[in-house]
Structure formats: C-alpha cells, structure tokens
C-alpha cells in the first residue's frame, strides 16, 4: 500500500525557515518523480516544486522560486521542501504527491498535509 | 503559464442527480488533464487522467471528455459520497503545472 507522510509543519515567524518531510513506503520511491502542492486555508491548490526520480532535475513555482528548495534521499525514501525567508502568504497546508509515472506531471497518491502557519 | 478556469463555482443537486462541470484552459492542453476530488479535510484524489482515463478504483460513474482548451467531469448519479470540491489540473506545457480555482458540488 502506498503511503506518504508529512511532517515538519509548525508555527514559524515571517522571515524563518522551515524543513518539511515527506517519508514514502509501499512502492519504489526513486522510480517516481515527486512533488510538493500547497493549499491555503479555504483555497484552492498551487503546485509548488517538482523533483525526478533520481533528484537530478527540480522545478518550482515562480512565488517559490530562490526561497524553497526541493530535494530527495533515495536510500531514506524521504522528499524534503527546505523552506526559508517564509512570508505569511506561505500559510498554507502542505501535501507531498506523488507523479503518476517518472515526469508526467499529475499526481496519482498524496499524503494527509502538514500545516504551515508563518506569522508573528 | 496556462490558466484553468472553472465553472460553475458552486453545484447544487440532490443524489441521484448527474453533475457537469467544465474547465476551460487559457490555451490548448491537448488532453493532459487531470480531475482530483478533495472532501474536507482530506487530501484530493485523483479521478481522471489524461481527459478521460479513470484512475485506479475509481467508481464508473464518474467520466471525463474533451480536448484542446474544453473539459468537462461527469458525475453520472451522484451518490451522498460525492459532494465535495473538484478540481482539474494540466500537464500539457509546464513548469508551472497549474490547477484550476475548483468547483463545489453540494447537496441542493
């Protein structure tokens, strides 16, 4: 059975920094491209960053891009979203995904959410 | 960046009743679009891959069509586990991979 579980949300202050988790069991995690999706409280869904299977290739977000940064341990089969200079509107649930296949770019299983709330 | 747009915002039906809803694409995704459902407080799930390819273990009631810049997910009957926020996703030209606002399907 194929599961992903988050963790690493909290309560951060504008300008912190922040690691979410995401630990995969239940199929081959390196043969997966994976993302992380947010959404904040009561909207919808944004894509956040993408990584392929092998770690090698990243994409992310313009409104992300140069503060987030995704990244993989294939022999952990853990994805992590480094999250740093976090602004309030980061304020969001996040869910890790995974790609149908390596580098399709729809998501067939997510995890449950960690939520994210930055704000002093 | 290709935009989805929605509609309506908001369905009111009653079980048993068929549900349409549309996503239109600012321009052509070919047919690299996705439907998930999303309850509340829960995770989406993907339905429909690729326009009109049912996910795995998904009822056959639920149907996906269209092509190019017009979508549409059918809800054949609906059934009380139905009502829920929908939402469709491309694939076609990313970064970045975008969703669209979602449409509501609550019980009339």
């Known amino acids: 059975e194929v599961q992903l579980l988050e963790s690493g949300g909290g309560l951060v202050q504008p300008g912190g920094s922040l690691r979410l988790s995401c630990a995969a069991s239940?199929?081959?995690?390196?043969?997966?491209?994976m993302s992380w999706v947010r959404q904040a409280p009561g909207k919808g869904l944004e894509w956040v960053s993408i990584?392929?299977?092998?770690?090698?290739?990243?994409y992310s977000a313009d409104s992300v891009k140069g503060r987030f940064s995704i990244s993989r341990d294939n022999s952990k089969n853990t994805l992590y979203l480094q999250m740093n200079s976090l602004r309030a509107e980061d304020t969001a649930t996040y869910y890790c995904?995974?790609?149908?296949?390596?580098?399709?770019?729809?998501?067939?299983?997510w995890g449950q959410g960690t939520l994210v709330t930055v704000s002093s | 960046e290709i935009v989805l747009t929605q509609s309506p915002a908001t369905l009111s039906l009653s079980p048993g009743e068929r549900a349409t809803l549309s996503c239109r694409a600012s321009q052509s995704v070919t047919s690299f679009l996705a439907w998930y459902q999303q309850k509340p407080g829960q995770a989406p799930r993907l339905l429909i891959y690729d326009a009109s390819n049912r996910a795995s273990g998904i009822p056959a009631r639920f149907s996906g069509s269209g092509s190019g810049t017009d979508f549409t997910l059918t809800i054949s009957s609906l059934e009380p586990e139905d009502f829920a926020v929908y939402y469709c996703?491309?694939?076609?030209?990313?970064?970045?991979?975008?969703f669209g606002g979602g449409t509501k399907v609550e019980i009339k």
């Open positions: 996703q491309q694939r076609s030209n990313w970064p970045p991979l975008t």
């Open positions: 990584i392929s299977g092998s770690g090698d290739t990243t």
């Open positions: 239940g199929f081959t995690f390196r043969n997966y491209a």
């Open positions: 995904a995974r790609d149908r296949s390596n580098w399709n770019g729809d998501f067939d299983f």
